[in-house]
């Protein structure tokens, strides 16, 4: 099964920029898609059944603003929204699909860079967001995390450590609950099997022209619970893939 996860910055805007065609070469089983800005009144036929896949939508209140999607090619057992508390929950950030053997969450956490009070908040997404997980895995549930998580963990995974230190995405506190979150029990795919592989970034700043000179961040991730990493099979990053500051990444399992 193919599972592809990609932060589009806008799925009408995407839409224009060869998203189909995108679906069609790269035809997954299951594609994960943040920062869709779109309120469910402007869903068109061509967004909620594109190429036949079935469509699973969490809209923010807010117009215009954050969302998530998940497009399957099998209807999924179950579907739910967020996390479960209101402050949390009205932003579209969470997307949870059930499939035969794992569940699937499709994430956009908060950007933490706009002031005190949001980096509070996103880090108390953060903490809710580990304890939801739990709850799942203690009942047995194999899990399949993916989406923006708007934090490089490690030197290796941003191309100016040393420039970024006091920027959101890369603060002390940031890259501790990432520590935090692997510590519990789970695993960045990508680096599990490319471990040491410098300049693989996912998110590209519009100035400076950073996506041509490749100086990015990887802050879009794959991760699974420990006892289900022996089903993956591959993970890469999509980086010819355009459209979006963001590129899309990718994993296999069995």
């Known amino acids: 099964m193919k599972i592809i996860s990609w932060n589009v910055n806008g799925i009408r805007a995407v839409m224009n920029k060869g998203f189909l065609d995108f679906l069609e070469e790269k035809d997954p089983d299951i594609l994960c898609v943040q920062e869709t800005k779109i ?41 739910s929204k967020g996390l479960g508390e209101e402050r949390f929950d009205t932003e579209g950030r969470c997307l949870l699909t059930e499939f035969p053997g ?39 549930r194999n899990l399949v995390i993916c989406g923006d998580i708007n934090t490089a963990h490690n030197e290796i995974d941003l191309a100016r450590p040393l420039e970024n230190q006091n920027v959101s995405g890369f ?54 619970n420990e006892e289900f990493v022996d089903s993956v099979k591959s993970a890469e990053i999509l980086r010819d893939v355009i459209g979006s500051d963001h590129c899309p990444v990718q994993i296999e399992i069995d």
């Open 102 to 140: 794992f569940m699937l969450v499709n994430l956009y956490i908060p950007n933490g860079g706009q002031g005190t009070n949001r980096l509070k908040f996103k880090m108390d997404y953060y903490d809710a967001l580990l304890e939801f997980l739990e709850e799942m895995r203690k009942n047995g």
């Open 39 to 79: 309120s469910p009144s402007q869903l068109t036929q061509e967004l909620i059944n594109p190429l036949g896949y079935y469509s699973q939508w969490n809209s923010a209140q807010r117009p215009g603003y954050s969302g998530t999607a998940t497009f399957s090619k099998e209807k999924p057992l179950s579907v």
């Open 171 to 224: 603060l002390p506190i940031e890259r501790a609950w990432m520590d935090k979150f692997l510590g519990a029990g789970y695993v960045d795919v990508f680096r599990h099997l490319n471990p040491g592989a410098p300049d693989n970034y996912t998110w590209w700043s519009y100035r400076t022209a950073a996506r041509e000179r490749n100086v990015g961040w990887r802050i879009d991730y794959f991760f699974v």
